[in-house]
């Protein structure tokens, strides 16, 4: 029997807001363990949350963007349940009137435009973090800096088929949420999370099958490899008249499966509740029309920008786009040199590539704006050529430092003296004679192969055009 996979996500996005969603404690990431905390954070007897209004609008916001109906009266509610990483023993969230519901999110996959419907945007407190030992041990330790920091939920309906649809989606939202300047999305630091709901059913089937929830994804790759995975076991059991269970998995990375969390609970599990600490909120259609004229640039309205002032192709203005902390990197290298065809080949190319590999985003890249811009500036003065350039490239990416300080360091600036390079055509045409006679015969597909030569023993610095013209001049004298 053929399965069809169903999938649907929780997409956990810390707001960046500078300080927590109850309390003014700094959300600044990296600092020394239990250092940004205070007695509401940490949930001490007789303290009162005070709602962050940023993160109450920038929750707004994304539910706008996302196409929901926004709740005109909303409230928080408490989630009640017990983990060490939570001292309140439980999470200010919502429950019973989220901000935003019934919306959608469009994705292109295969071509195709397809939408993801989004049940619900929600907004609560991220909890702490347990630090458990990597080699064994007893002890575990808690960090709960991150306790109380704005997260915003974003719940979709269970509208995927693929691991291919599920990477559109993930992708789309991601760049979505840094458009909208809610969240910078970084997964290393854990401001971006994904739980997977994945269930079979037989193909054609309308009835949905038993699901899994994987928790606590921070990586897309790892997220597709999960789904891969999942959807792999179950096809296995129900293929072998077994039954999948209803429960919460882990993704264990180092063996590339899987494993069994706990059942699944149930919504009146964490017995919900009104939060009697904070009033009820009135979203007006005023305030939503003042949150929706301030929306700021997004994707499409910047690529149509991008052709009409920096002329650049439509290709290659929605590769830049397609990503805003990219399309801001590009601006960034535009302010310093003013080459946006040249620039955006390099972004296409060199950048896209590494931050690709390295899983990083642009402002984590060791080449910076700065570097790139003085990179293209040398190549358009004949300083080095486009093919050093990838030389230099690689080496910043290394060591960080500036490409004129690594031409320099290297000897790798560009020949562009007509005798030094007259002496290298003159040896490369007296070895080769077949190849010059075969120009001069009219056959000029011999001409790449003299250029190629002439680059290959000044290793790759003589002037491309000057090789040309002194081997035209020479083969034709």
Known sequence: MEYEPVMGMEVH?????????????????????????????LGMPGVL?????????????????????????????????????LPKNYQISQNYTCLGYNGWLEIIFDGEKRRVGINNVHL????????????????SLVDLNRAGIGLMEIVSEPDMRSPGEALAYMTTLKNLLQYLEV????????????????????????????????????????????????????????????????????????TGTTRAMRTKEFAQDYRYFPEPDLVEIYISKEWQEEIRKNLPELKDVRRTRFIEQYGLPEYDAAILTSSKPVASYFEECLKIYNNPKTTSNWIMTELLRELNNREMEPDECPVSPRHLAAMVQMIDNNIISGKIGKQVFAEMLESS?????????????????????????????????????????????????????????????ANPQLVNKILREKIHS
Request: with cysteine.
């Open 49 to 85: 949350p005070v709602l962050n209004k940023t993160a109450l609008e920038y929750t707004i916001r994304t539910a706008i963007a996302l196409n929901c109906r926004i709740s005109e009266y909303t409230y928080i509610d408490r989630k009640n349940y017990y983990y060490p990483d």
């Open 13 to 41: 996005a810390e707001l960046k807001t500078k300080s927590k969603v109850f309390c003014g404690c700094s959300t600044t990431f990296g600092a020394a363990p239990n250092t940004q905390v205070c007695p509401v954070c």
């Open 401 to 461: 430092k500036m490409p004129e300080d690594i031409v320099k360091e290297k000897g790798l600036a560009q020949i562009t003296d007509t005798g030094e390079i007259e002496r290298v055509v003159e040896n490369v045409l007296s070895e080769n004679p077949e190849a010059a006679e075969g120009i001069r015969a009219g056959r000029e597909k011999a001409m790449a192969f003299l250029v190629g030569q002439v680059m290959k023993k000044t290793k790759g610095k």
């Open 183 to 254: 969240s910078d999305c970084k997964m290393q630091e854990g401001k971006l999370r994904f739980e997977v709901n994945i269930s079979l059913r037989p193909m054609g089937s309308e009835k949905l099958g038993t699901r899994a929830e994987i928790k606590n994804l921070n990586s897309i790759k790892v997220a597709i490899k999960c789904i891969e995975y999942e959807i792999k076991r179950q096809r296995e059991i129900l293929s072998s008249g077994g039954k999948v269970e209803q429960e919460t998995r882990l993704w264990d990375e180092a």
């Open 124 to 139: 609560e407190e991220d909890a702490g973090k347990n630090l458990h030992p990597e080699h064994g041990g007893s002890e």
